[in-house]
Structures are given as structure tokens and as C-alpha cells.
């Protein structure tokens, strides 16, 4: 069964997460490195904007003391 997307409402403010990887993943354990790598940060003081949604925020926590995580508000 196909699930059907729906786009943000015009009048709603939609919430980014701006993530810097701060840290090198050398020596981390591989879950670790592979979470850095879904976030889509390369190296170091790599930046990206992703949306804020909970499987983001999961993801930042297991890597927290890796990034910095600035939040953006869009109107």
C-alpha cells in the first residue's frame, strides 16, 4: 500500500537543523562513523541542513559529542 506525502502547509514554520561535524571519526566504532556518514558529513567542520524530525534528532544523539547542532527556523 502506497503512502501518500504531504507537503509543509504556507503558513506553518518549518524547523532545520544546521550539523557540523566538530570531531574526526577516526578511532570511533563503526555504528558511529556510519551514522556521521547518513548524516551526510564527510570531515571535519563539514556542514548540512536537514530537516527536523525525530529520526534526525536520533541520529544527532548518538554522535553528540561529535557535532554541533545549530537550529534554523524557516518562515
Known sequence: MAVKETAPKQGKN???????????????????????????????????????????RGMINKISHLVNVEVLEKK
Open 14 to 56: 518549518v524547523t532545520e537543523l544546521k550539523i557540523q561535524l566538530v570531531r574526526s571519526v577516526i578511532g570511533r566504532p563503526r555504528k558511529q562513523r556510519e551514522v556521521v556518514k547518513g548524516l551526510g558529513l564527510r570531515r571535519i567542520d563539514s556542514v548540512v541542513i536537514r530537516k527536523d524530525c525525530p529520526e534526525i
